[in-house]
């Protein structure tokens, strides 16, 4: 994948970022930049500092030290609200779907559009049906309707609709955990073309993963970490997953 008519703008940045937990850095001064609209995989082994990053990133967590600026400008997340706030929305590995609710009440889980009539806040359904239904044709996300419990849906439809309720909402930055692990390979590519449509409108986007081929289908950029620190960053074209590996595993100099 190429790097996009948007990369010239950085829009997400981490500055000498450090988080300790019992004495053990998870991060240790690391240093990143996202590019607007790029597709950044940040890829480690197991403790690396992934996972940790991305709680840092979506307000979970406050870096102990560091700086996190936004469009050039310093923000300081210490809640994943304040994420939200500041335009960046995360998809969890687990989708955080309610299963036995339709795909318009998952769309607006957290977020219903309601009024009041008296003393009582009354949901607006036929609202949210509607916003749901334009919003999932805007991003091509094939479902029977937008009154389909979750539950029934493939992998792949339960991935898109993670993905379209975050962007619903305005994102800028999308982080998403492992966001192909378990589909199939037509799922997959079904994903894979909604992140790069994502890309084109200027959706920088941030993908936690261990899945090498999954992570050179998508991603135009590889952020490479090891024990807390970034050792190393490469444009996909310009790399092998041999290297990445080798990189994973410290068996190059990867600076």
Request: proline letters at 3%; a neutral charge; aromatic letters at 2%.
């Amino acid at each position: 994948m190429e790097l996009n008519q948007h990369s010239t703008e950085i829009a997400l940045a981490v500055r000498g970022v450090s988080k300790v937990f019992g004495g053990i850095a998870a991060l240790n001064g690391v240093d990143v930049e996202f590019p607007r609209g790029s597709v950044t995989a940040i890829m480690g082994d197991n403790g690396a500092g992934k996972s940790t990053l991305m709680k840092v990133l979506s307000g979970v967590y406050t870096a102990d030290s560091g700086i996190m600026e936004i469009n050039g400008k310093p923000v300081l997340l210490r809640s994943p609200h304040d994420a939200r706030r500041a335009g960046i929305e995360t998809v969890h590995q687990d989708l955080s779907l309610a299963d036995h609710r339709d795909v318009a009440a998952n769309l607006f889980l957290g977020r219903e559009l309601a009024h009041r009539i008296g003393p009582v806040n009354v949901l607006r359904v036929k609202a949210m049906r509607h916003d749901a239904d334009v919003a999932l044709k805007e991003l091509s996300v094939d479902i029977p309707s937008v009154r389909t419990e979750v539950r029934l849906l493939s992998g792949g439809q339960r991935q898109a609709i993670a993905i379209a309720r975050a962007v619903h909402f305005g994102c800028s930055v999308l982080i998403m955990d492992e966001p192909m692990a378990a589909l199939g390979l037509r799922e997959a590519k079904s994903v894979q073309d909604m992140i790069s449509d994502l890309s084109r409108r200027g959706i920088t986007q941030i993908i936690v993963s261990h899945n090498l081929d999954h992570t050179f289908a998508v991603t135009d950029r590889i952020v490479v970490f090891r024990q807390g620190r970034v050792v190393g960053t490469r444009n996909t074209a310009d790399t092998t997953p041999a290297e990445v590996l080798h990189m994973i595993n410290g068996l190059v100099d990867a600076a």
